[in-house]
């Protein structure tokens, strides 16, 4: 993240809701057992105020970790992170693999009621029993009508010559890939060596054009980029910073589709103070605690009670007001072929000096 993105639903699009579920439940504060939690999760993806809010109200002290890429979150749970973390962060791509692992501790919901506030399409019954989502990123690309030399409506556009030394963009193998294997005609999810090989010379050239990567917001709103591909959080970040003259608008793909994500909360087998962790999931469940979390930290949200509590400026933001998404993919998890993808994108970050 990044600031910083689950294969849960096909098809839909953010659902801006405006009858929230109620909050009573989360009226739950009190005694847990337990009086520190350990997460591991993104850097600046949380507001400050929402963590100490949470001390105060439940005496738990939070002590956060941050992750570098979901590989690190991976990597963590697969260890066996239960005697070190009590909640982890990762995302769609991973759950299936996770889940059949045995990595991941049976959620108990009738002890998170809050999550009822959660939109199910975007929690599938499956991953219900073991995550909560937390937030949702789409990936899509943003440019400067007044600055970018080129209107850009495909991913295509972003390895013509003409974007030389003007594009940003977030990194990672399985948010980078898909965007290849989309331009290239194939599935974004695929498992074929042959056409993950391809999109890593597809790659090659747009890394020709990136200026940098990562959070890219601050670079397109003072110039030294005029394009960025970056999750919509970020986007509102840009345009906010620009405010009345704001010269930024999403690119109308009219073709290809953009990455819908999701950030997910689980619980580490064998977690220590999984008591802890449960008022956690609850707590930032409550529409008011998120509407409050979304100011800082303005991406899509799938927790419809808290959209609705939200400021009108974050629904109505140019972020999110984009007509195509539902023309939208989902990581999906594939499996071994996640090895393929980590070959090539290390032949990419040897390409790229990092």
Same mark, same amino acid.
């Given at each position: 993240?990044?600031?910083?993105?689950?294969?849960?639903?096909?098809?839909?699009?953010?659902?801006?809701?405006?009858?929230?579920?109620?909050?009573?439940?989360?009226?739950?504060?009190?005694?847990?057992?337990?009086?520190?939690?350990?997460?591991?999760?993104?850097?600046?993806?949380?507001?400050?105020?929402?963590?100490?809010?949470? $001390?105060?109200?439940?005496?738990?002290?939070?002590?956060?970790?941050?992750?570098?890429?979901?590989?690190?979150?991976?990597?963590?749970?697969?260890?066996?992170?239960?005697?070190?973390?009590?909640?982890?962060?990762?995302?769609?791509?991973?759950?299936?693999?996770?889940?059949?692992?045995?990595?991941? $501790?049976?959620?108990?919901?009738?002890?998170?009621?809050?999550?009822?506030?959660?939109? /199910?399409?975007?929690?599938?019954? $499956?991953?219900?029993?073991?995550?909560?989502?937390?937030?949702?990123?789409?990936?899509?690309?943003?440019?400067?009508?007044?600055?970018?030399?080129?209107?850009?409506?495909?991913?295509?556009?972003?390895? &013509?010559? %003409?974007?030389?030394?003007?594009?940003?963009?977030?990194?990672?193998?399985?948010?980078?890939?898909?965007?290849?294997?989309?331009?290239?005609?194939?599935?974004?999810?695929?498992?074929?060596?042959?056409?993950?090989?391809?999109?890593?010379?597809?790659?090659?050239?747009?890394?020709?054009?990136?200026?940098?990567?990562?959070?890219?917001?601050?670079?397109?709103?003072?110039?030294?980029?005029?394009?960025?591909?970056?999750?919509?959080?970020?986007?509102?970040?840009?345009?906010?910073?620009?405010?009345?003259?704001?010269?930024?608008?999403?690119?109308?793909? /009219? &073709?290809?589709?953009?990455?819908?994500?999701?950030?997910?909360?689980?619980?580490?087998?064998?977690?220590?103070?999984?008591?802890?962790?449960?008022?956690?999931?609850?707590?930032?469940?409550?529409?008011?605690?998120?509407?409050?979390?979304?100011?800082?930290?303005?991406?899509?949200?799938?927790?419809?009670?808290?959209?609705?509590?939200?400021?009108?400026?974050?629904?109505?933001?140019?972020?999110?007001?984009?007509?195509?998404? %539902?023309?939208?993919?989902?990581? %999906?998890?594939?499996?071994?072929?996640?090895?393929?993808?980590?070959?090539?994108?290390?032949?990419?970050?040897?390409?790229?000096?990092?």
């Amino acid at each position: 993240m990044k600031k910083k993105l689950m294969a849960l639903v096909l098809g839909l699009a953010l659902v801006f809701a405006f009858t929230a579920c109620g909050s009573d439940d989360s009226d739950s504060s009190g005694d847990t057992g337990s009086k520190e939690l350990n997460v591991f999760m993104w850097s600046d993806y949380i507001s400050d105020e929402t963590i100490a809010d949470f $001390e105060n109200e439940y005496g738990i002290k939070v002590n956060l970790s941050y992750m570098n890429d979901n590989a690190d979150s991976v990597n963590k749970l697969t260890a066996g992170a239960g005697d070190e973390y009590d909640l982890i962060m990762t995302c769609d791509a991973y759950m299936e693999s996770l889940i059949k692992g045995g990595y991941l $501790e049976e959620l108990d919901l009738s002890q998170i009621p809050n999550s009822e506030n959660i939109n /199910k399409a975007y929690w599938s019954e $499956e991953n219900q029993k073991y995550c909560i989502p937390y937030l949702m990123n789409y990936i899509y690309v943003v440019y400067d009508t007044e600055r970018c030399p080129i209107e850009i409506t495909g991913y295509n556009d972003l390895i &013509k010559p %003409e974007m030389k030394g003007q594009l940003g963009s977030v990194d990672g193998a399985r948010n980078l890939f898909p965007i290849a294997l989309i331009a290239l005609g194939y599935d974004p999810n695929s498992t074929e060596e042959s056409e993950i090989a391809e999109a890593y010379e597809w790659l090659k050239k747009y890394n020709d054009n990136v200026v940098a990567y990562g959070s890219t917001e601050t670079n397109i709103v003072n110039g030294t980029i005029s394009a960025m591909l970056t999750y919509d959080g970020n986007a509102a970040e840009a345009m906010a910073s620009m405010g009345d003259n704001n010269t930024l608008t999403v690119a109308p793909f /009219k &073709k290809d589709p953009v990455q819908l994500g999701f950030d997910l909360y689980v619980i580490p087998k064998g977690a220590q103070h999984a008591d802890a962790a449960y008022a956690f999931l609850n707590y930032i469940c409550d529409p008011e605690v998120m509407a409050k979390n979304l100011v800082e930290n303005p991406y899509s949200c799938p927790n419809d009670a808290a959209v609705a509590a939200a400021s009108e400026e974050y629904r109505n933001g140019p972020a999110f007001d984009f007509d195509y998404k %539902e023309n939208i993919f989902f990581q %999906e998890d594939v499996g071994d072929a996640i090895k393929i993808y980590d070959k090539y994108y290390q032949k990419l970050k040897v390409d790229t000096g990092e």
